[in-house]
């Protein structure tokens, strides 16, 4: 039986990386060994896309998978945030299914910051 999801975020710099999760976003953690932290996540659900746009067939959307935190408000926390020194590196903007965003990690690129206007599956049982 599945009990969880373990998503990995590769590093140039993951003692920056880790200060930025424990320190700045404030999420509970355990230490492994060594200071490799492991993160608890917020609850999580998983989006299946196509990989291809039915318009365009021959050119891929993405060779890869990405990470979004959600939020409830994200005006609010865009701002929590930035208090705090973090980078938004693409403007909000409002893609009809959402509100979206996406912020710079220290030592490991970006990741986005979500607010769905969507049903989520958060909160189903099971």
Not at 12 to 19: I, K, L, S
Not at 26 to 45: N, R, Y
Not at 84 to 104: I, N
């Amino acid at each position: 039986m599945i009990t969880g999801t373990h998503a990995i975020l590769y590093a140039e710099q993951p003692e920056r990386t880790r200060a930025f999760f424990r320190d700045v976003l404030g999420l509970s953690h355990v230490d492994a060994h060594d200071g490799w932290l492991i993160f608890k996540l917020p609850p999580a659900e998983l989006g299946v896309h196509p990989s291809r746009n039915p318009q365009l067939p021959d050119v891929p959307i993405s060779g890869g998978h990405e990470l979004y935190l959600m939020c409830d408000d994200l005006a609010a926390t865009v701002d929590e945030l930035s208090a705090k020194g973090v980078e938004f590196v693409e403007p909000v903007t409002d893609q009809g299914f959402g509100r979206m965003t996406a912020l710079r990690v220290p030592g490991a690129g970006t990741i986005g910051l979500y607010q769905p206007l969507h049903p989520t599956a958060n909160d189903l049982p099971g």
